[in-house]
C-alpha cells in the first residue's frame, strides 16, 4: 500500500504541493487531476524518493521509499527521458538493468511488448528515427519491463491518438488486474 500523508513541499518562499494526503491499495488506479503546474510531478518525484517532502510522509507497504524498492517501482516521466542515439533494444537493455533483471528475461519481456503495442520490427531501430507517440510507447515498455508493484505514469495520455491511448488503457488495466498500484497524472478529466 502507498500513502502519502500530509505532504507539503516548499521551493523557498513557493508552496507547490500543500497537505496532500492519500492512499493506493494493491489493484487500485489514482488519477492524479490537476492543471499545469498543480504539483503533480513535484508528487511523484517526492513518492520516489527524489525530492525530500518539506512536511509530512510517504510510505510504501509501512517504510519509507528507498533506493531498495526501484526494482518494485515503474515510472514514466512526462519529458522524454530516452536516449535518442541508442537503438529499442540497447535503451530497453539499458534501463532494465538498472532494475536488476537478467538480460534473458530483458529479450523476452522486450519482445512481448514491442509485439502488444504492434512495433515487433522496431528492436533495431535507433530512438531519434521513431514517431513521438511510438517514442512513447518505448517509454512506456522501459517503465513497466520490470512487473512493477507500484506503477508512476506522469501524463502517459498527452499526444496520442485515440487508438494509442486505448491500447495504454488496456496496459494499465491488465497491470492493475494483476494487483499493481497505479498512480498517473493529468490535466484532462476525461483520462481520469
Known sequence: MLIVSNVKKNYGDF?????????????????????????????????????????????????????????????????RSLLPRLTVKELIIHYASLKSIPEDIIIERMKYWLE???????????????????????QLITSIINNPQLLILDE???????????????VIRDFQKKGSMIIFSTHQIDHV
Do not use: H, W
Request: glycine content about 10%; overall charge negative.
Open 15 to 79: 508552496t507547490a504541493v500543500n497537505n496532500l494526503s492519500f492512499t493506493i491499495k494493491p489493484g487500485e488506479v489514482f488519477g492524479l487531476l490537476g492543471t499545469n503546474g498543480a504539483g503533480k510531478t513535484t508528487t511523484f518525484k517526492m513518492i520516489m524518493g527524489l525530492l525530500e517532502p518539506t512536511e509530512g510522509s510517504i510510505t510504501l507497504d509501512g517504510k519509507e521509499i528507498t533506493y531498495d524498492d526501484v526494482d518494485k517501482i515503474g515510472y514514466m516521466i512526462e519529458e
Open 156 to 170: 502517459p495520455f498527452s499526444g496520442f491518438d485515440p487508438l494509442n491511448t486505448l491500447k495504454f488503457v488496456e
Open 116 to 138: 502488444r503495442f504492434n512495433i515487433p520490427d522496431y528492436e533495431e531501430k535507433k530512438i531519434n528515427t521513431l514517431s513521438k507517440g511510438n517514442q512513447q510507447k518505448i
